[in-house]
């Protein structure tokens, strides 16, 4: 099993909709989880940070579900600019090892 | 606010040449990384600092060596260039290493 998985889509939604994407992970002492997005040809920008259940900004909620070894990202009411191929990296490790694993990535759509 | 800055954003190298990929961040961080991604690979850490005056190997640290020069200042060298180091190189640093990452832009970089 590899240490990250994500579905690679792509996910194509309409313009409004709502849209999910899970993230699994085998290392069950990660300790904290990063959503990144990337946007072709660019480089990776941190999105959102979970450290314990969840966390929520604005349209986006990220969710771990520690027992099942996930965590997921909602966008709500999706915009044509949240095209972009989003990333998740569980963070683990001891203090001064810490790294991360990125996922491959789920390439979302936004259609017009 | 530079943030992380790469050098160079693209080289063309033959195989057998050396360069180095220079980065350096103004936010006073301590950790920083380097990492490449390949198509269908993801992000696969070469080698990473987590402060000053420490360097440790990554999950793809062959063919490659760093220097951490200052706090502001990591780089990364290819002593003999091999077509399968053709890639997209970023760069990137955190306060320390349990943080969200800042990326550079990235150096595409081709061996012939």
């Not at chain 1, 990063?34 to 940070?49: I, V």
């Not at chain 2, 793809?60 to 003999?80: C, I, M, Q, T």
């Not at chain 2, 399968?84 to 190189?89: A, F």
Request: hydrophobic share 30%.
């Amino acid at each position: 099993r590899k240490e990250v998985e994500q579905d690679p889509g792509p996910f194509n939604v309409p313009e409004g909709a709502t849209v999910a994407f899970n993230c699994t992970y085998s290392n069950s002492a990660s300790q904290s989880f990063f959503w990144y997005r990337q946007d072709c040809r660019k480089e990776p920008k941190l999105l959102m940070s979970v450290y314990s259940s969840g966390n929520e900004d604005g349209r986006f909620t990220a969710q771990l579900n520690r027992a099942s070894q996930y965590i997921s990202l909602l966008i709500r009411d999706s915009k044509l600019s949240d095209s972009a191929t989003y990333l998740c990296a569980p963070l683990g490790g001891t203090s001064g090892t810490y790294k991360y694993i990125f996922g491959t990535g789920t390439r979302l759509k936004v259609l017009a | 606010n530079a943030g992380v800055t790469q050098t160079p954003k693209f080289q063309v190298l033959k195989t057998g040449q050396s360069m180095t990929l220079q980065c350096a961040q103004d936010m006073n961080h301590n950790s920083m990384y380097w990492y490449r991604q390949d198509p269908g690979m993801g992000l696969r850490l070469i080698y990473y600092s987590a402060s000053e005056g420490t360097t440790d190997k990554g999950e793809v640290p062959n063919g490659y060596n760093v220097s951490r020069l200052n706090k502001r200042e990591f780089s990364l060298r290819l002593e003999s260039a091999a077509p399968s180091q053709t890639s997209v190189y970023f760069c990137a640093s955190s306060p320390t290493d349990n943080y969200g990452y800042t990326f550079g832009s990235g150096t595409r970089l081709t061996v012939v």
